[in-house]
């Protein structure tokens, strides 16, 4: 997976725009959801799942893989699409998204999902989760990482920053911390819901290795996933995403109202065309 050059990153670009496809497919579906967040993670999950991260998907529980922590359960949409390109169930499958006896619920539950590793419903849970896998991974001398993707409407959640100081305190190296730094959330801008800012000299007072970045820039984010994994003091390390919701697809991008999306069928269509408009040019 660790591919370095060019080629690597337009493979890993064209992931990312199956990742969004593949989120734009599941909202249509149900005619609504969290579909902004899901095309800004789009480039972050492409670089996590493609370059960075050890796995089998015909082997989800295989011991030796990376885990991988959706702490926004709500955001499974980004997830299960991710999860689809890269091979863990049939892409035929999302069409089940948040159907009855569907494998895909709207909220990520384990172990319902081939490569869903928790159960996601009240943000704050994902780091402290990730706390405890790796420290017993590291009882075991695993050589595996520990991936918590986060909101940033998450981290004024207090179980988040307690976990924080736990991962440094227990020296937690196998930690990997994801930011999605969209600056939106369920009510509101989160500046004025609860302002968490700056992000950057807050994870390093707690002792983290911090890197931040455009979460929309492939080549940035493969050199933060290799610096993350080859960073050699015994200490977490936390990458913190910029990011843009509804990337890809301007019609949602430049919505008022984004951290949740109702569309009618022929906005859905648009949204679809804009996607491979924006392959095209």
């Known amino acids: 997976m660790n ?4 080629g690597h990153n337009e493979q890993l670009a064209e992931h990312a725009r199956k990742i969004r496809k593949n989120a734009l497919r599941q909202a249509a579906l149900q005619g609504q959801g969290f579909v902004g967040q899901a095309l800004g993670q789009a480039d972050l ?6 370059h960075a991260l050890h796995y089998r998907p015909d082997d989800p529980m295989w011991e030796g893989r990376d885990r991988f922590l959706e702490s926004q ?13 890269a091979g863990f169930f049939p ?21 319902y ?22 420290m017993g991974l590291k009882l075991k001398k695993s050589d595996s990482f520990v991936y918590a993707m986060m909101g940033d409407g998450e981290l004024g ?17 196998n930690i990997i911390a994801l930011v999605d730094v969209n600056r939106v959330q369920a009510d509101g801008p ?8 700056p992000l950057d000299k807050k994870w390093d007072a707690f002792g983290w290795y911090v890197q931040r970045l455009d979460g929309n820039d492939i080549p940035a984010l493969v050199n933060a996933f290799d610096n993350a994994r080859a960073f050699a003091q015994d200490k977490p390390r936390i990458i ?6 509804g990337r890809g697809v301007p019609s949602i991008e430049h919505r008022e109202k984004i951290h949740f999306v109702r569309l009618d069928p022929d906005d859905w269509k648009r949204a679809f065309d804009e996607l491979d408009a924006g392959r095209k040019a």
């Not at 499958?93 to 172990?111: A, K």
């Not at 913190?240 to 919701?245: A, K």
Request: charged share 15%; net charge negative; proline share 5%.
């Open 157 to 173: 959640e207090g179980p988040t920053w307690e976990a924080a100081q736990s991962a440094a305190h227990h020296k937690l190296g």
């Open 113 to 134: 999902t081939p490569g869903v590793e928790m159960s996601g419903g009240s943000i704050g849970l994902g780091l402290p989760m990730a706390v405890g896998m790796a």
């Open 45 to 50: 999950l492409a670089v996590a799942f493609f």
């Open 190 to 197: 989160t500046s004025s819901v609860l302002c968490t800012e």
């Open 240 to 245: 913190l995403c910029d990011t843009h919701m």
């Open 91 to 111: 892409e035929e499958e999302l069409d089940t998204y948040g159907c009855d006896d569907s494998r895909l619920p709207m909220s990520t539950m384990w172990p």
């Open 73 to 85: 359960g709500h955001c499974g949409i980004a997830l299960y699409a991710a999860l689809a390109e």
């Open 3 to 6: 591919q370095a050059g060019i």
